[in-house]
């Protein structure tokens, strides 16, 4: 009966939230203090009530109950622990409740903060927080329940339902049998990691989106909330920049398409709240640093919680069919209706504190950093356009038509191509907005040209410097043979980047060095933590266009074929040769039939390099699944998948190869990045000793504000 | 004679003819390559999202076996998509059509994107107008409570800067 258990913990917690709302609201309106303490409180139990919930379903996974549903459905005896485990996140009912379980853990991590500043933030924040979490709730409880169990009819008939049916009894374990299984193409260690990070991603973004309607409520229109939420901004961004490289990776080792990303409707979903997060991101120092886009950066908030709930309804709903869309089911209305309402609330609210949120400052010129940050914001803007668009056209066209249509890769990679590589462009002058309008002036003082013209003159002069790396870079390609002109462009600016961005590193620490009398290196160090967010960023920077290396690599150099081979035979791509050794089927432990080939590689010259050995597996239920085997170094990848699905047998076995070169830079640019971000968002140790004297100056405005 | 020559000639013309044609036709069977090459660009109805090169399914394996039978007829690769298309509609292509109301799919985007530069522009605009001139404007009727709050404002102000300082 655990599983009831679990299911009175859900309802729990779904009457906890309705309350913490409720008490929120009492508390606010009629500024009682104990109300928002009583809801701060309910809100600070979802994380341990769900935490039970989420146990309870782990337990009934490991312990292999099959009365119950939702285990039946994705686990089976032969499965590992570490899989009957992650398939907690392996269904849909399961999912949900992960969601709001990972979404009680922000919710709950909010209200250990001290609020001593900014009481008048806590009962809204509750409130999103707690609605957020009861609508999650809600579609476990009413729609999609994890803990329903199976039970049989007077007539024997097995069908699942959460509270015993009139005739029925529960059905026994020896009834049942063995479970399904999850798919094949979860059975990953890539299962352990994507998903729970892609989720982080998704809910953390709801805790700045609460903090803004706070915001927006109780008419504290400064930057307060963008402060407070900073760290959390760029927690929530970093768990989705890593959910959504994990599943690039995922996808190029076992989907066998020798890719990693094929613009799958799922992929974009996760992809749109990234891009309205990262322009806000950006856009938000603006508003730190001038009081300037205090509108814009409402609407960017919005627009990211409204695309985070927009992301899990398309992977949820099966509203689009694609690779991903493993789980399907009926709770797409109330998703549609939950993100249209909460659209429509935060869109109002911002209109009726339109006024209130005026700009402060002014823009200097055209080569000012705002006006670098809103061309950044627009390319990012731009980017969404079209990937929204390509998601949604093809459900416009079946609904206003009746006919459906695809829209694949050609239509993204034109699209969205050319403004990822001004973002590039953008992304290399980015450090010369570090400098300030200021700087530039004195630069630009001595001509008396127009004020543009003296900012794109005092620009040159700065650029010329890392430009020359650049040029010789693109001299080079062109000597190599390419003639390619978008990768030309594209691997120019990367090194156009690259050398503005460590040129920039240099400067300062050289400057410091000799300053301080420091080493370099212990200048550089010093320089990075006192302006954390800068250097960061920069840091950033350089790992975007590493994984720009990548792609441009993947994208524009990759060559494939295909060929069915008898041992012996071999094959040439891009200088390799690959030779067909043997083939091998052999049962693996837990019951899947390998079926494994051999392939001898040898380069230009003859030497041989190593072995690859691609195979595919066929589960006990039949479902097939194929694992390229691969040879990864700095300079390439070749990647051979095992064509099963044309037909295998000795004599003849069909091969595919692709030639990747560049593709593992994407990866270490990623590191890089994660890295970046560890040092933008690592906590200041200085930071506790402000709020004494803060309070002091604060207090004095607290009554009226 | 003459006629028997210009029969002659026709004939070996056109036998000429004919086996060049031939040999153009069917150099040989079509490679893997080839089909990959023509089925990248098709998506079967069923397996949405994947395209038809890398399918596992066996329905997209027919797919295959059809466009290898086309290619071994002499048909070009535009002529095995027109194919697909009349067989099961736009949707086997890998993007809409360029025809008739599937360019309002094309232009959309754009028209959004013009909207965004548009909107972009005006902001740097109204955003280089000086802010005092604004400002006087909505200064004029100072009455003492406004200025009391402009005081208190500003100083809350250098208490926000003094704390951004610090943070």
Known sequence: MFADFGFGVL????????????????????????????????????????????????????????????????????????????????????????????????????????????????????IVSCVTIAFFLGLNIFF???????????????????????????????????????????????????????????????????????????GRTDDRWIRLTRRWTLIAWLFLSLGLVLGGRWAYDVLGWGGYWGWDPVEIAAFM???????????????????????????LIILTYALVIFGTFLTRSGVLSSVHAFAQSAIGPSFFIFIGVTFVISVALLIYRWAELKSEGQMQSMFSREALFLLNNLLFMGILVVCFWGVISPLISE??????????????????????????????????????????????????????????????????????????????????????????????????????????????????SRAQQENFFVALWRLAGRNRRRYGG???????????????????????????????????????????????????????????????VFDKNGALLGELHPRYDVYPSGEPMTIPGVRSTLADDLYVVLVNWEGVSEQTTPFKIYHNPLVNWLWLGAFVFIFGTLIAAWPDEERETIPAQARSTQAAFQPGD | MKKLFSILLFVTLFAAAWTSKAAAQDPQPPSDDDVNRVARQLFCPVCENTPLDVCPTEACRQWRAL????????????????????????????????????WAFYLIPVVLLLLGVYILYRAFTSMRQPLSESAQVEAAPESPAAVETQGQQDYLRRVEEELKKRN
């Open chain 1, 11 to 126: 309802v729990i917690t779904f009457l906890l939230s309705l309350y913490g709302i409720s008490a929120a609201l009492i508390g606010h309106f009629k500024k009682k203090q104990a109300w928002v303490e009583s809801a701060r409180l309910s809100m600070l139990l979802t994380f341990p009530l769900l935490t039970l919930g989420a146990l309870t379903l782990i337990y009934l996974l490991v312990t292999n109950d099959f009365t119950v549903k939702f285990v039946y459905d994705v686990i089976s005896f032969d499965m590992p622990l570490y899989l009957k485990i992650t398939a907690l996140w392996g269904g849909q009912s399961g999912s949900l409740l992960f969601w709001s379980w990972l979404m009680a853990a922000f919710a709950t991590a909010v209200t250990l903060r001290k609020w001593d500043r900014d009481r008048e933030f806590l009962p809204w924040v509750v």
């Open chain 1, 144 to 218: 999609e329940n994890p803990f329903a169990h199976f039970w049989v009819s007077v007539s024997g008939e097995i069908f699942p339902a959460t509270f015993q049916p009139a005739n029925a009894r529960l059905v026994t374990l020896d009834e049942i049998g063995n479970g399904t299984g999850l798919n094949p193409l979860l059975r990953h260690p890539g299962m352990i990691i994507h998903p729970p990070m892609l989720y982080l991603g998704f809910v953390a973004f709801v805790i700045p989106f609460a903090f803004a309607l706070a915001a927006l409520v109780t």
């Open chain 1, 273 to 299: 709240p990234w891009l309205t997060g990262t322009a806000f991101l950006h856009s938000v120092m603006i508003q730190e640093k001038r009081g300037m886009l205090k509108h814009w950066n409402m609407i």
């Open chain 1, 399 to 512: 609904l206003l038509t009746n006919q459906k249509v695809t829209v694949g890769p050609p239509y993204y990679e034109r699209a969205a191509g050319p403004l990822f590589g001004a973002l590039l462009l953008l992304m290399g002058i980015a450090p010369l907005s570090a400098w300030g309008h200021t700087t530039l002036k004195n630069l630009a003082a001595q001509s008396n040209l127009q004020l543009e013209k003296r900012y794109a003159l005092a620009i040159a002069r700065l650029l010329w410097k890392p430009a020359v790396p650049a040029l010789l870079v693109l001299i080079g390609l062109f000597a190599s043979g390419i003639r390619d002109i978008y990768a030309l462009i594209g691997l120019t600016l990367a090194a156009l980047t690259t050398s503005i961005t460590a040129y920039e590193f240099w400067r300062a620490a050289r400057a410091r």
């Open chain 1, 538 to 600: 920069y840091t950033i920077h350089l790992g975007v266009v590493l994984m720009a290396l990548g792609i441009i690599g993947i994208e524009m150099f990759q060559t494939q074929t295909q060929k069915s081979m008898a041992v012996g035979e071999n094959i040439q791509i891009s200088g390799y040769t690959l030779r067909y050794d043997s083939l091998a089927q052999f049962p693996s432990e837990d019951g899947r039939q390998v079926t494994r080939a051999v392939l001898s």
């Open chain 2, 67 to 102: 466009i290898r039978e086309k290619l071994a007829a002499g048909w070009s690769d535009e002529q095995i998509k027109q194919y697909f298309v009349e067989q099961y509609g736009a949707r086997v292509l890998s993007e809409p059509p360029r025809q008739g109301w599937y």
